[in-house]
């Protein structure tokens, strides 16, 4: 699969997102999906579902210095010893001595950014992880977390799809020469197939309308989104989409769409968002 380099990370530009997916079916999927070619996983020690992911990896066969894997440190681990107990857990959860992307899931103004960026570092230096970013930041925070880290951030992971606004952190990533990681890049794939923009271009193509969204999404430089299925047969179309070029009418008519500035995420760590 096509990378997309940033600071080094050679991160594939489609990714298995997994919130939610758990137990044997979890490891079916995860398995399959990588069978099928996907080459970057996102997990997160807060979704339970590390092993799962570890033992799809060791099953599919595929090589893990092949495999593209992202995992996270919840916001009540970040103070350094929580952090430092909480990446020897992911590691030993997952079955494997590193990972390639290593994020501070949300922020969580109770400890000091310096400390948990100071322990993101030192994982880095354990060579526990291959590259270090953040992720659910605003844009000051965003500055900050590159200004006390030696290490340069690779990625930050945010929130991103038609219907929300991120170009000012689109720019900021660009200018840090970190990949933009987009999560719930579907947003959630509710309302799709009844936007008659979406709708529109999908049946010009003969595609679906989450194929169009991600097809825009990978037409984004340095944006990488990780949808989630729990389909196999899902898997497949989505993976289809880096096949669909999209023509620059089209794309803009996608862009348009971000004045809807409707956010889909939202948790008890949410910062004060930025504003478009
Ligand atoms: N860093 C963070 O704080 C953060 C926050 C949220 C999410 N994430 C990551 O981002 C990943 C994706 O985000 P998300 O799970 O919130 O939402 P999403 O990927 O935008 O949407 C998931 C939904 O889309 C449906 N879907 C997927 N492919 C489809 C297709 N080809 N046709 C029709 N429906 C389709 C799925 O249904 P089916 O299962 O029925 O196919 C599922 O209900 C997560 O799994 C997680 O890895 C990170």
């Not at 079916?25 to 099928?36: N, R």
């Not at 995992?71 to 990972?99: I, M, N, Q």
């Not at 993976?239 to 008890?268: F, G, H, M, P, Q």
Request: with cysteine; net charge negative; aromatic share 6%.
């Amino acid at each position: 699969m096509k990378t997309f380099d940033a600071q080094g990370a050679r991160i594939p530009v489609l990714g298995m997102g997994t919130w939610t997916l758990n137990g044997p079916e979890a490891v079916d999927l995860i398995t399959h999906g990588l069978k099928l070619g996907y080459r970057h996983i996102d997990t997160a020690a807060k979704y339970g579902n590390e092993a799962e992911v570890g033992a799809a990896i060791a099953r599919s066969g595929v090589p893990r210095g092949d495999v593209f894997l992202t995992t996270k440190v919840w916001p009540t681990d970040l103070a350094p010893a929580d952090f430092a107990r909480s990446v020897a857990s992911s590691l030993e959860t997952l079955g494997t001595d590193y990972v390639d992307l290593l994020l501070i899931h949300w922020p969580n103004p109770a400890v000091p950014l310096e400390a948990s960026i100071e322990a993101l570092n030192l994982a880095h230096k354990r060579g526990q992880a291959r590259h270090i970013g953040v992720s659910n930041f605003t844009l000051q925070m965003f500055a900050e977390a590159r200004r006390l880290s030696p290490v340069a951030l690779a990625a930050h992971e945010v929130e991103r799809h038609p219907f929300l606004d991120q170009s000012k952190m689109a720019k900021a990533c660009a200018e840090a020469g970190a990949a933009l990681i987009a999560y719930t890049p579907l947003a959630r794939a509710q309302d799709l197939d009844t936007d008659p923009v979406l709708g529109e271009i999908a049946r010009a193509h003969g595609v679906s309308a989450v194929q169009v969204v991600l097809a825009w999404h990978f037409g984004l430089k340095g944006n990488i989104p990780v949808p989630r299925t729990s389909n196999p047969q899902r898997l497949t179309d989505n993976l289809k989409a880096l096949d669909l070029v999209l023509t620059s009418e089209e794309r803009a008519a996608i862009d348009a769409l971000r004045s809807a500035n409707r956010r889909v995420v939202n948790t008890v760590f949410s910062p004060d968002w930025d504003q478009p």
